[in-house]
T-cell receptor, first 112, second 114 residues
Framework: GEDVEQSLFLSVREGDSSVINCTYT??????LYWYKQEPGAGLQLLTY?????DMKQDQRLTVLLNKKDKHLSLRIADTQTGDSAIYFC????????????FGTGTRLKVLA | DTEVTQTPKHLVMGMTNKKSLKCEQH?????MYWYKQKAKKPPELMFV???????INESVPSRFSPECPNSSLLNLHLHALQPEDSALYLC?????????????FGPGTRLTVL
């Protein structure tokens, strides 16, 4: 089956950059997404990248995609305490359905 | 209106109760989803409705019964739940124009089954 793996924890100092990594297995995925979940809340779509792109930048967020290695990363520049949350990557299933496969989630803690 | 709303925010129910979770969106989206999320885990897909028809049922037990009365509303009817069904239930919607639609999530209903 498909697995989407992420490291469980990341701790950074305020003002530093954060890099959250994700590896996926379904090479037929056409879109890959990053979601943010604050404690007790729903998931907020942060950004997404189309599989024929290598990079996408959106203000403080930079998404890098290495399709050969099936590796996706999210870089947050100038990380703030408000960025503390769980970050999930997700790939859309290539099976012709509306299914997302979510990663295991990375808990980002930003230290003041 | 660019959000997905869910009611109630919190629900506590006994194993013999019948209750319903509600989800609403007014973005004109034609696909709606129910997910279950346990603590510290990613969301797990339960059901997908596409153009008001059930298109995916991820082998969910029959004590969970979805309903899509119209394109803006999605309900999840609960009956005879078990304590292990306690979780955050998330609703999402997407435009429904292709298999790679962006999904927008509601805030969730935190369900506790006693």
């Amino acid at each position: 089956g498909e697995d989407v793996e992420q490291s469980l924890f990341l701790s950074v100092r305020e003002g530093d950059s954060s890099v959250i990594n994700c590896t996926y297995t379904d090479s037929s995925s056409t879109y890959l997404y990053w979601y943010k979940q604050e404690p007790g809340a729903g998931l907020q779509l942060l950004t997404y990248i189309f599989s024929n792109m290598d990079m996408k930048q959106d203000q403080r967020l930079t998404v890098l995609l290495n399709k050969k290695d099936k590796h996706l990363s999210l870089r947050i520049a100038d990380t703030q305490t408000g960025d503390s949350a769980i970050y999930f990557c997700a790939e859309s299933s290539g099976s012709g359905t509306y299914k997302y496969i979510f990663g295991t989630g990375t808990r980002l803690k930003v230290l003041a | 209106d660019t959000e997905v709303t869910q009611t109630p925010k919190h629900l506590v129910m006994g194993m013999t109760n019948k209750k319903s979770l509600k989800c609403e969106q007014h973005m004109g989206h034609r696909a709606m989803y129910w997910y279950k999320q346990k603590a510290k885990k990613p969301p797990e897909l339960m059901f997908v409705y596409s153009y008001e028809k059930l298109s995916i049922n991820e082998s969910v037990p029959s004590r969970f019964s979805p309903e899509c009365p119209n394109s803006s509303l999605l309900n999840l009817h609960l009956h005879a739940l078990q304590p292990e069904d306690s979780a955050l239930y998330l609703c999402a919607s997407s435009p429904g124009q292709g298999v790679d639609d962006e999904q927008f999530f509601g805030p969730g209903t935190r369900l506790t089954v006693l």
